[in-house]
């Protein structure tokens, strides 16, 4: 069983760690160590008996340790006591102002770095930049006492990409910052990459367990590719194989009384236009004539759930715990835009709680019809996807037939939900368990690193 103990800091020289008893007792510990750095100490029981590490303050300077008054996690690794864990949080996009260190996200890593008390570990924010290979140190961005503070600390036990786009992830430098760290220091690096739409389609189709979920979808190859599937389905969204945000999806509907082609879409104006076209090349040469065909993914269109007549989808954030197990941590509803083809509130959608658009019963069936396969996907991505994955996020449709489709599943899922007052609780456990499931994993690099490292 994991336990956490205060560590308070004596002032001498003297290269000591006083241990509550029932850490040193049968034990042989020679070091103690705080991130990638350790240092060698005499360890002695408490005099006192009290649950808490005693440090000296030589000790700290030596480790780089940040008094912040923390209680952390005591980990055993051979002879050496781990204190900690210390959480690097990787991203890009720092500003010159200390009251933003990283501009208008700020606010979301403070909120992120707030949760460090309650879950028993040192959290900081560090780019490229802030790296000295040499020393093996980073000046770290940390949220305490309500500012921003920068101390330099150790290489972290584990580190949560939150580089926030594609661009910055295509990166050389930043490609190599992950490289390095994971091969030369065998540090624990989660929710690396953002997903391809058409990859992550392709890899659960190989799970049987979540085939029932994914709707048709393939690259753009033809015009008649369409046609067959306008025929079966009626409408098709074709989308951006790479997009987020619900920028460049557009959907495609055929009427047959008409024996016409409609597509709706919103313009980089902020306008939601639906078009009608006689032929469905006459479409494609109007609307997509600035596109690259060949970046798209056309999908089988839903006969989705509706409120007074406007779509609904689901948001659902999936996350691993401090025992690496996966949970489901936050459900939303979104309601399409007047006129919009997605459900995103840039597009004039809006977020709702189950319990505001379904009654008791309802709602008890389509949460636990949500959980099971945000569960399910859940589990058949870590399985098939490169990298440590600690959180998702999943676009989720419900048709008419109360059937579960899977419209996207983001590694990076954003926080607009959030926003609505009665999902606050919603916000705290997702941020608390993004943090909780680093240590899971320092555990794991010390006790099983052949099996995190394979």
Not at 19 to 28: A, G, L, S, T, Y
Not at 118 to 128: A, H, I, R
Not at 174 to 190: A, C, F, G, H
Not at 348 to 366: C, D, M, S, V
Request: charged residues 25%; positive net charge.
């Amino acid at each position: 069983m994991r336990k956490r103990y205060p560590i308070d800091i004596a002032l001498n020289d003297q290269l000591v760690v006083f241990c509550p008893p029932e850490i040193v007792k049968d034990r042989q510990i020679e070091k103690i160590a705080f991130g990638t750095q350790s240092v060698e100490a005499r360890f002695l029981p408490h005099p006192e008996k009290k649950n808490r590490i005693v440090i000296s303050k030589k000790l700290g300077e030596l480790l780089h340790f940040p008094d912040f008054n923390i209680p952390l996690h005591a980990f055993f690794d051979y002879k050496t006591l781990v204190i900690g864990p210390l959480i690097g949080i990787f991203t890009s996009g720092f500003t010159p102002f200390p009251l933003q260190p990283i501009g208008e996200r700020s606010y979301i890593f403070a909120k992120l770095l707030s949760v460090k008390k309650s879950v028993g570990v040192l959290p900081f924010v560090f780019g490229e930049q802030h790296i000295d290979w040499d020393q093996g140190l980073i000046k770290g961005y940390f949220y305490h006492k309500n500012q921003w503070e920068t101390v330099e600390v150790p290489f972290p036990n584990v580190v949560y990409d939150r580089l926030p786009n594609r661009k910055s992830e295509r990166k050389p430098s930043l490609k190599q910052v992950k490289d390095r760290m994971q091969k030369e220091y065998l540090i624990p690096w989660y929710n690396p990459g953002f997903f391809n739409k058409q990859d992550v389609y392709d890899r659960l189709q190989q799970e049987s367990t979540v085939g029932n979920y994914l709707p048709e979808t393939h690259p753009f190859t033809s015009f008649s590719a369409i046609e067959t599937m306008l025929s079966t389905f009626g409408h098709v969204y074709i989308k951006p194989n790479n997009g987020s945000l619900g920028i460049g999806v557009h959907q495609i509907l055929y009427d047959k009384n008409e024996n016409s082609y409609f597509c709706r879409y919103r313009d980089p104006d902020g306008t939601n236009r639906l078009r009608k076209f006689s032929t469905l090349e006459s479409l494609f040469k109007i609307v997509f004539a600035k596109r690259k065909l060949d970046t798209m993914l056309v999908q089988q269109g839903i006969h989705l759930l509706k409120l007074d007549g406007r779509s609904i989808d689901f948001r659902v954030h999936t996350n691993k715990d401090d025992a690496g197990n996966w949970h489901v941590t936050a459900i939303a509803a979104k309601v399409a835009g007047s006129g919009s083809v997605t459900t995103h509130v840039r597009n004039g959608g809006e977020i709702k709680t189950l319990a505001e658009i379904f009654p008791p019963e309802e709602r008890k069936l389509y949460t636990d019809k949500l959980t099971t396969a945000s569960l399910l996907l859940s589990e058949a991505l870590e399985k098939n996807m490169e990298g440590i994955i600690g959180e998702i996020g999943f676009d989720l449709g419900i048709d008419k037939n109360g059937d579960v489709w899977l419209f996207e599943a983001n590694s990076k899922p954003g926080r607009s939900i959030f926003k609505h007052p009665d999902l606050k609780e919603f916000d705290l456990l997702t941020r608390k368990l993004s943090i909780a499931f680093a240590v899971f994993l320092t555990e794991q690099a010390i006790l099983y690193p052949e099996e995190l490292f394979k």
